[in-house]
């Protein structure tokens, strides 16, 4: 049983890699998006599926990752632009994790929304007093190629997802979610773990957000920290359900195919449908779509 | 700056808190009596402003007249939702677990849904109320009639929300059911019809904050999220649960985008404003007035 | 009676089916594709530029439809929702040529769009011509593909601005403006252009997208009694200026606002209070010597209701213009069309126009005033339908 989801596991793997070879730019484009969304969903659920704290601010990562590939472009090599970006990404969570964190609850919801507006306030007013109005990038890498490293990306989230919730960290963050305070009097460092799923969880949308900015050839601080980031993050997270890492895969899957299909189909109704569909997830599947699954699996 | 006790900013400071506290009265309400993030807030405020553009633009009513039909309309609108969606998704156990997240979920599909079926209705493009009123001055201020009419309606209905609170036998019911849900329950108090009405009551002052807002603003339907924004904001400072403490945030809030930027210069304001919301948030983890005890 | 009006319903979807296919009978229809943003940063925005593709279609479509290279084919629209961001553009365009196969394309809504499709274009040769789109960057995006007709560029705006201004007299100014790219590059001209007009800027103030109250900037502009005021907003602040400077009374001789006044719902909401505005706008149903610019206006008004948006909506329709008169000349082989839209001289309600590089080398740059409610050219004198009048 294990060893067969394993093989499907692998299987979608290399099939996400051939993809190139099969498809045209729609094709590819539309690969890019999904395994953008799975690597974002992912990290996400290092720190909030696994703790509980909801982070509503993601996108602060991925425009910062964004902004540092935008800076570094055409001054330094590319390579250096997309590991700068996961880098100053995870450091950035590393400076303030340890004060945010101590925030719990709704508040700490909405804390990390705040703080992914000071950051683009501050890179908007930066931008100003510089003078620039919008960054375009020339000279971007092919299609194909920030494809494999999106694949690459989403490949590393989920591993990551999958190994911390098997590891004594997974452990500890459970604790973490369970009853913090208890976890505390048992001995967990909860400050330190905390910190480390924060970390994790920033440095992967920092290099998502890097390869987005080549991929949209443009950066803008307003788009590339837009709330929308952070908001589908989240939804796909919560439809694809719990805190490992199928979920995210088959939330992200659902959102990306659906609004494909409904754009297609619909234009000017899918918002609405989608919008039906959220609350009907939430109603009938609070488990999520992977949770869903697996009862149905074990009668 | 020399400008900075200047009458023309108190009262500017007063407009804007004011609006802001408003609107985020029915958040904190909502959220203190059921635990649930609305954040579809912003798009009530949203539906309220186009229910006074109906009735004014297109109908030809006075402000007097839209002002309280916007809040009945959307009033009605919290009873049916809370009927129609809530008491459901509040009837089941697996759902209630994680309500917050579930709740944050749940208006999320609601806000899309309101901003698409608008703009379907009213097609995309901003509308506006004329906004060609007269003038007045008194000491060193200068504003328009609508505007010292907005900001009186504003503080009426504020002082008079939180006078029903403290005194009415509701207020008091509902004020229990913010500190203790389960206790509330024991000693009698119809928590389901508490419930509807909060909802009422939260969204009709949240239309009304929109239909003042559609006196100076445009309108158009995706208006609402710097409301469901400025709203959380000010209930998480004050505290959540505490309506008290989220009128003085609000009060606060404008203070410090019309003072802050006075003092500082004008590019500062949103860093201002953010800046201070996580300061606080991190000197004071439950709000500068302290939450609602669980 | 819901079953007699559910049949009637049928009956009329069933003759407008007929309707459609007796017409399309001779030759196929072409398929043209867009993106345009329905929901997103943009969505209020963009309406302004979709009324202007859905007024062409039913047009063109009414006169028995485009004429490609001889034969007339039915217009058929494929859209899709970009949700503002520019990525999903690029995505719904490459969608657009290789899996829906249509035959022409036009531009979605915004600069920060049409910068990331330049590259997209280029890769699948496929022209296109822009609209809503306006930078000095745009000079850097390799010519082939892609076309600006707009004549607002921040640099040449700004140069003309500062000196209409100087010809007005005016010998200081205040500049507010809003954090976004369009106002930030307009600033960033316009700041040396005044100061070599000898022109002394007495209040310079920005502020963040997300501004509300603008008390505190408004009462320093009104201390400086500048003789001009230039407020770099977009339609939200635009409003939100207006509004506040009214009440607090500001107001100066020559006053100017960035983008919104020539949205329809500016001039209903601030009557009077708009009259003697400057702003940003090449084209004028006024305009005599562009003899399709007044049936255009009065077209669009019947079909909506409401005024075009005389800077997007009119860029818009001259891009679906441009488009049409090029494709009558060459097809749609997509090689052909690049040459002839490239080379063409095209007549628009904006008057000739006529591409050098991606530029349209023929449309001045110039600035409307509003003038009891309509919208009157300035300045420059060679396309001016009225006089400056100073605000009172």
């Known amino acids: 049983m294990i060893r067969r989801t394993a093989w499907m596991w692998v299987g979608l793997a290399l099939a996400m890699a051939a993809l190139p070879q099969l498809g045209g730019d729609y094709l590819i484009g539309l690969g890019i998006t999904l395994l953008m969304w799975i690597a974002l969903a992912e990290s996400w659920i290092v720190l909030s599926g696994m703790t509980g704290y909801v982070s509503f601010g993601h996108a602060v990562f991925y ?27 995870g450091l950035f969570a590393l400076a ?130 837009s709330p929308t980031v952070s908001f589908n993050i989240v939804a796909m997270a919560v439809i694809g359900g719990g805190d490992d890492a199928p979920g995210p895969i088959l939330g992200a899957l659902f959102l990306v195919l659906l609004s494909e299909l409904l754009w297609a189909h619909l234009p000017e109704v899918y918002m609405i449908i989608l919008g039906l569909l959220v609350i009907g997830f939430v109603l009938f599947a609070p488990e999520g779509l992977h949770g869903r699954l697996q009862r149905l699996r074990r009668p | 700056m020399s400008s900075l006790l200047s009458g023309q900013l108190l009262f500017a400071a007063l407009a804007t808190g004011g609006l802001y506290a408003l609107v985020a009265f029915g958040l904190n309400l909502i959220y203190g009596t059921l635990r649930l993030l609305n954040v579809a807030h912003g798009e009530i405020v949203m539906l309220g402003a186009y229910a006074a553009y109906w009735a004014m633009t297109m109908m030809g009513g006075a402000p007097l007249f839209a002002l309280p039909l916007a809040a009945l309309l959307l009033g009605a609108f919290g009873f049916a939702l809370y009927g129609g969606l809530f008491r459901l998704a509040l009837s089941r156990p697996a759902l209630m677990k994680r309500i917050e997240g579930n709740s944050l979920l749940l208006f999320f599909g609601v806000s899309i849904i309101l901003q698409n079926a608008v703009s379907l209705v009213f097609s995309a493009s901003p509308r506006a109320n004329k906004a060609d009123d007269a003038l007045i001055a008194f000491a060193d201020i200068q504003t328009s009639q609508s505007r010292l009419m907005a900001v009186a309606i504003t503080f009426l209905v504020c002082l008079s929300l939180a006078i029903a609170l403290k005194t009415s036998w509701a207020g008091r019911a509902v004020r229990a059911m913010i500190q203790n849900r389960d206790a509330a329950a024991i000693v009698g108090i119809p928590l389901d019809r508490l419930q509807a009405w909060s909802f009422a009551i939260g969204f009709a002052v949240a239309g009304l904050a929109g239909a ?8 158009s339907p995706f208006m609402g999220f710097p409301y469901t924004v400025a709203a959380f904001v000010v209930i998480i400072l004050g505290g959540l649960g505490n309506l008290a403490g989220s009128l003085a945030a609000g009060l606060l809030l404008g203070v410090v985008e019309t003072f802050g930027v006075a003092a500082t210069s004008a590019n500062w304001r949103s860093i201002l404003v953010w800046g201070i919301f996580i300061l606080v948030m991190l000197l004071k983890p439950q709000g500068l007035f302290g939450g609602s005890r669980r | 009676m819901l079953a007699r009006f559910s049949r009637a319903l049928l009956v009329a979807a069933g003759l407008a089916g007929l309707g459609g296919t007796a017409m399309a009978q ?12 329905k929901t997103g940063l943009f969505a209020a925005a963009a309406p302004s ?60 809504w915004g600069t920060p769009h049409h910068f990331a499709l330049a590259g997209v274009l280029e890769r699948l040769k496929f022209p296109m011509v822009g609209n809503s789109a306006a930078s000095s960057q745009l000079r850097d995006i390799k010519p082939g593909y892609i076309w600006f007709p707009t004549s607002a560029i921040p640099d040449r705006m700004a140069t003309e601005l500062a000196t209409m201004m100087k010809g007005q007299g005016v010998k200081t100014a205040a500049v ?39 008390t505190a900037v408004l009462t320093q502009v009104r201390n400086a009694k500048p003789d001009a005021i230039l407020s770099l907003s977009y339609p939200n602040d635009s409003v939100g200026f207006m509004t506040q400077a009214k009440e607090l009374g500001v107001s100066a001789p020559f006053q100017f606002v960035l983008v919104g006044p020539t949205i329809d719902f500016f001039p209903k909401m601030f009557g009077p209070a708009a009259d003697g505005l400057i ?40 891009s679906c213009e441009i488009l049409e008169q090029a494709v009558a000349k060459s097809g749609l082989d997509r090689e052909k069309l690049r040459a002839a839209i490239a080379g063409g001289t095209f007549d628009t309600i904006n008057g000739p126009v006529k591409f050098d590089g991606v530029q349209n080398a023929i449309t001045p740059t110039a600035f409307l005033q509003i003038q009891k409610g309509e919208f009157h050219l300035v300045w420059p004198k060679t396309v001016a339908t009225s006089d400056f009048q100073p605000r009172k």
């Open chain 3, 176 to 214: 507010t403006g809003v954090q976004l790219p369009f106002s930030i590059e307009i600033r960033k001209f316009l700041m040396p252009a005044l100061e070599k007009a000898g022109i002394k800027v007495v209040v310079s103030q920005e502020y963040p997208p997300d501004a509300k109250d603008l």
């Open chain 3, 279 to 318: 702003t940003i706008g090449h084209w004028s149903p006024h305009q005599k010597a562009w003899p399709r610019a007044k049936p255009f206006f009065d077209a669009y008004v019947a079909k909506f209701n409401a005024r075009p948006d005389y800077l997007d909506t009119a860029l818009a329709y001259m």
């Open chain 1, 96 to 225: 303030i994790g340890y004060p945010v964190l101590r925030v719990r609850g709704p508040y700490f919801v909405i804390l990390t929304y705040g703080l992914a507006e000071l950051v683009k306030f501050l890179i908007i007013n930066t931008e100003a007093a510089l003078g620039k109005f919008g960054r375009l990038v020339f000279g971007a890498p092919p299609l194909a190629t920030l494809y494999y490293l999106m694949l690459g990306l989403a490949t590393l989230a989920v591993l990551i997802a999958w190994t911390v919730r098997r590891s004594r960290l997974g452990l500890g963050l459970a604790a973490i979610r369970e009853d913090e305070t208890a976890a505390e009097n048992a001995g967990v460092p909860v400050a330190r773990l905390k910190l480390i799923a924060f970390a994790l969880s920033a440095a992967i949308p920092g290099m998502v957000g890097a390869v987005m900015a080549l991929r949209s050839s443009y950066f803008e601080p307003l788009q590339a920290f």
């Open chain 3, 26 to 37: 001779s030759a196929p229809p072409v398929k043209i594709g867009f993106s345009i943003a």
């Open chain 2, 212 to 219: 003042l807002v559609s006196l100076f603003e445009q309108i």
């Open chain 1, 63 to 89: 425009g910062l990752g964004a902004y540092v590939m935008v800076v570094c472009w055409n001054n330094l090599p590319g390579w250096a632009g997309f590991l700068g970006a996961g880098l100053a990404a």
């Open chain 3, 49 to 108: 530029q979709l009324t202007a593709y859905e007024l062409w279609r039913d047009q063109v479509n009414a006169k028995g439809g485009l004429d490609v290279g001889g034969t007339k084919r039915r217009i058929e629209f494929v859209q899709y929702d970009d949700q503002s961001d520019p990525s999903q553009a690029v995505r719904i365009y490459e969608k657009l040529a290789n899996d829906d196969k249509v035959d022409l394309l036009l531009a979605p």
